[in-house]
């Protein structure tokens, strides 16, 4: 039986979700963030991991209890031994900053629990065409496939008639 294409969720999803402010930028964030909860996620296995949650944790701010509410609602990846291996990897050959090691955190638990997409509005890290093809490369050698790294703005959609299923 077919499944659903997996999306994992990184904390800068659910941030823009509840996002409040009068940033211009931020308040697009959100309405595309809120697009896609609503028309598209039900096309997806949806799931986040306890990264995530300890990130929106951290500190305090005025949407936090509605963030850790969403994220606890989502279904978790758990982190393993693989997934330490795979962020000391990522940090080492400097695909994401030693000072950003929940980054490297979420592209290890989306590689090795082979999520289709990682769902996120970080380009300085995440989704941009250089981390991508690093992962690729390093995914390769080590015989794992690496999440597309997208945001809302970018995922296939079904609405639009697109594809949402990705070739292994």
């Keep these: 039986m077919p499944h659903n294409p997996t999306v994992y969720l990184d904390t800068s999803i659910i941030s823009a979700y509840w996002y409040r402010g009068s940033n211009v930028a931020m308040l697009a964030r959100r309405l595309h963030t809120r697009k896609w909860w609503d028309c598209e996620r039900a096309y997806f296995d949806v799931w986040t991991s306890a990264f995530a949650e300890a990130e929106l944790g951290e500190g305090t701010y005025r949407e936090q209890s509605d963030c850790l509410k969403m994220v606890r609602r989502q279904a978790y990846l758990a982190a393993n031994a693989s997934v330490g291996h795979l962020m000391d990897e990522i940090i080492s050959r400097g695909i994401v900053p030693a000072n950003k090691p929940r980054d490297a955190a979420h592209l290890a638990i989306s590689t090795v629990h082979e999520m289709d997409y990682l769902l996120t509005w970080n380009y ?22 690496c999440a597309a790294l997208v945001s809302p703005e970018s995922i296939p959609q079904i609405r639009f008639g697109q594809s949402i299923r990705r070739g292994r």
Excluded: D, F, G, W
């Excluded at 250089?130 to 390769?140: D, F, N, P, T």
């Design 124 to 145: 300085a890290h995440l989704a941009n065409p250089a981390v991508q093809e690093q992962m690729e490369s390093l995914c390769e050698r080590l015989k794992l496939v």
